[in-house]
């Protein structure tokens, strides 16, 4: 093979010739964009102004936006109808795995006690497969905007998508109150002010109340490493009346019937008196409006039993009453990998991990022991970066087993949450199939393999453990 020699000049032609070429794509590519840009910026503009004629149909002017810093929370406007206002429009944007979302969120109400008017998608982008159940769960939401059907994003099968629509609504819910004349909540401090760190909580776990006279919400707290045994709560309320308001968050714990009050409590906010207290106060010199408050949170109390290890332990034995305190679990955990045939020869990563977190003994009614519950953990990733796939997720389960002649047996499994991609597929089948004829070989679940294949080889660990347990290893 032969090179034919070019002259110098050639290659400054050469050179020339190309760098034209590149200036005149850059013209191409910035007239383009000068073109297309405002149209963009047009459509989003339209698609805004929709939103707000769909969240409040009587608005006749929007205010300029406020800038807000959430997590999701990006901006407010007042929406007017004439000279009236109807209620704040919150925009809030977010992303996560499975989706992502431009929202418009319409409230209305006082700020310690707001209402949804509507929500608006402006914008949504989401993993194909999981719009149609979205959909459900927001036509049902957008029919009926209360808190019950915000919450009812568990067990849909699109878990991480209508939970992050959730959040979403949930954080500009709670930041109105900072707008309308209410308190935004801070739920760490008061539990910290409260009870210090005698008890764990999930982030983003607070229960609205509806119906309550001063009661609107409340924080469950745990005492077990798993989130599961609820033993105490922080109750907030407010009361507002011709001599001020005030905000206040207090701490019940003990049993359902003689609940404890804390010995601390949190004042949000305080106008019933000049320079009222707000900040950590005692409870010891409760009396008049802090007392009927208390009183109404006891009384909620009382008729709502917490969520604890024994409610949770019916489902797997139908005579348990109680149970021993949850044992946390040090470095038990599994590591399991699949490959699927189609991906043989290209780069990929298919692998679930999982691991035991606690478990606890169950008595029935004469303090009999039935048997143990493990509370166990997974997590699945697959990746092809070829053709830009991922998929993760995580799932909790409890797998109970009883012991009868020195040998175990297997016992009941109830998933707890699950926002793996081929979730349903894995409850549907494995855990069925499991539920069934409970054993440690049932067969692993086709299109859920990696699922079936951690989920076992936990529950094969848990009743090693079990094992070990009642032969004193």
């Known amino acids: 093979m032969s090179f034919e020699k070019k002259p110098i000049k050639y290659y400054l032609q050469t050179v020339g010739v190309l760098t034209a070429i590149g200036v005149v794509s850059a013209a191409l590519i910035t007239s383009l964009n000068l073109l297309t840009g405002p149209v963009i910026q047009e459509r989003r503009e339209q698609a805004q102004s929709a939103a707000f004629k769909e969240v409040f149909p009587t608005l006749t002017e929007v205010s300029d936006a406020t800038l807000m810093a959430g997590q999701y929370v990006k901006e407010y406007r007042v929406a007017y109808e004439g000279s009236e206002e109807l209620g704040k429009i919150i925009r809030a944007e977010g992303q996560n795995s499975r989706a992502s979302y431009n929202l418009m969120i319409g409230i209305t109400g006082d700020g310690d006690d707001p209402s949804i008017a509507k929500v608006a998608i402006v914008e949504q982008e989401m993993t194909p497969g999981y719009d149609t159940t979205f959909k ?101 309320l407010r009361y507002s009346g011709d001599d001020g308001k005030l905000g206040l968050a207090i701490g019940l714990s ?141 799932a909790t389960y409890l797998v109970s087993f009883s012991y009868e002649s020195e040998t175990v047996k297997f016992g009941k499994m109830q998933v707890l949450t699950d926002t793996m991609s081929r979730g349903p597929q894995w409850e549907e089948s494995y855990v069925a199939n499991y539920n069934a004829n409970p054993s440690g070989d049932v067969e692993l679940t086709a299109n859920a393999t990696i699922s079936a294949s951690a989920s076992q080889q936990l529950t094969l660990k848990a009743a090693e453990h079990y094992s070990n347990l009642k032969k004193g290893a």
């Not at 915000?150 to 979403?168: H, I, N, P």
């Not at 009183?295 to 021993?324: I, M, R, V």
Request: charged fraction near 25%; glycine fraction near 8%; hydrophobic fraction near 35%.
């Open 136 to 236: 459900a769960y927001y036509d049902a939401f957008a029919a009926d905007p209360s808190d019950a059907n915000l919450e009812a994003y568990k067990g849909t099968g699109a878990t991480l998508s209508c939970g992050l629509f959730r959040d979403m609504v949930k954080e500009a819910k709670d930041m109105y109150a900072g707008i309308s004349g209410g308190v935004s909540e801070d739920f760490a401090i008061e539990i910290s002010t409260i009870f210090g760190t005698t008890y764990t909580y999930a982030d983003k776990d607070d229960r609205s109340v509806d119906g309550g006279t001063y009661l609107k919400k409340y924080y469950p707290l745990y005492n077990d490493a798993g989130n599961l045994n609820e033993a105490a709560r922080i109750y907030s």
């Open 254 to 394: 003990g049993d359902q019937e003689n609940p404890v009050l804390a010995e601390k409590a949190y004042v949000l906010q305080n106008t019933l008196v000049e320079n009222g207290t707000t900040g950590e106060v005692s409870t010891a010199d409760f009396s008049g409006i802090y007392t009927t408050l208390v009183d109404e949170a006891k009384a909620h109390y009382q008729a709502n039993g917490l969520d604890n290890l024994a409610a949770k332990s019916k489902n797997l034995f139908s005579t348990a009453k109680s149970t021993s305190d949850a044992t946390k679990i040090d470095d038990v955990s599994i590591v399991t990998s699949a490959l699927l045939p189609q991906y043989r020869d290209k780069p990929f990563e298919n692998t679930g991990t999982g691991e035991l977190v606690e478990h606890w003994t169950v008595f029935d009614e004469a303090s009999a022991e039935l048997g143990e519950v493990y509370l166990c953990s997974m997590t699945l990733h697959f990746s092809e970066p070829e053709q830009y796939l991922e998929a993760h997720g995580d």
